[in-house]
């Protein structure tokens, strides 16, 4: 169970205090999710800096308008909301001559690409270290581009719903599906290359 | 008949637990019967574990203090 799932009403207790007033409250609830804001910040954003900004101005967004907070949505799902949203800006704000879009047309790209057909080495986790596997894992994500990236961080990593992921990206289940296949498989491709059993004869694939 | 690029397609559902039961069940006769994408299969399904099972990491100290301060500056204000 995540995280998130699994303290919502934890959550819920606090959150009413925090809305009536009570900064202790809110203070506990920046310190239990500002591990995953920051995650999440990193993730989109790619930069230390970036990812600090988006912390600091998620937690103080989320402050400003708890009042405006419906709680038809978990509390974790509205906060990695407005982290997103944020996020996305710097990205937006950095790239200003290219425009990072979500709404740009994947349609018309090229099949996903699948080259690596190799198994893996057992338990790849056991080989590295923690330090080096998250060397791995983040390197991959970074050569993502943005569109796919952030499907995938929301999913695979946060692990919220094919429909949050739709709702807090402002995109149709169909295109979460769809980019979340693209990434999944460039990062297997990746990864394949890495964590693929030596030796192990690659067969072609039609 | 589910040919590979068919599976490709419904990978994704299959691999989420979304696929309806026939889609399920011609997408493992597939991957029963093709090496090439079992092995896909089986290495995006470890691609998506090994993501899953990353904990964020604690907060570099003085990341996590201005964020602190941060807060109780605002906290300050709204109470002034």
């Known amino acids: ?84 949203n944020e996020s996305l800006m710097k990205l937006r704000k950095r790239k200003s001559d290219r425009t990072v879009s979500l ?23 056991k080989r590295y270290t ?32 094919t429909e949050e992921t739709a709702e807090t990206l402002g995109l149709s289940v169909p295109a979460v599906k769809s980019r979340l296949l693209r990434a999944r498989l460039e990062l297997r491709e990746k990864l394949t290359r890495i964590f693929k059993r030596k030796g192990e004869q690659i067969l072609g694939y039609v | 008949m589910v040919t590979c690029k068919d599976f490709l397609k419904e990978m994704g559902d299959y691999l989420d637990e979304a696929a309806d039961p026939a889609t399920k069940k011609a997408v493992e006769e597939h991957i029963h019967n093709c090496p090439n994408c079992w092995v896909i299969f089986d290495t995006t399904k470890k691609t998506i574990h090994v993501y899953k099972g990353m904990d964020p990491q604690p907060l570099p100290e003085d990341v996590h203090q201005r964020l602190v301060n941060v807060l109780e500056t605002k906290c300050k204000k709204r109470k002034a």
Request: net charge negative; aromatic share 8%; no cysteine.
């Open chain 1, 1 to 84: 169970m995540t995280a998130a799932a699994g303290s919502t009403d934890a959550d819920l207790g606090l959150l009413e205090k925090a809305r009536a007033g009570d900064d202790e409250a809110f203070a506990q609830l920046a310190m239990k999710y500002e591990r995953k804001v920051y995650r999440i910040a990193k993730n989109i954003t790619q930069s230390d800096e970036d990812a600090e900004d988006v912390l600091q101005d998620a937690f103080l967004k989320a402050y400003e308008h708890l009042k405006d907070f419906q709680g038809q949505s978990k509390f974790y799902t509205w906060l990695v909301r407005i982290a997103v």
């Open chain 1, 103 to 125: 709404d740009e047309n994947i349609e018309t790209e090229e099949e996903p690409i699948v080259r690596e057909i190799a198994v893996w080495d057992d338990d790849p986790e």
């Open chain 1, 130 to 161: 923690q330090t080096e596997m998250r060397e791995i894992l983040d390197k991959a994500i970074q050569s993502l581009k943005p569109i796919f990236r952030v499907v995938f961080v929301l999913r695979d990593v946060e692990e919220l719903s």
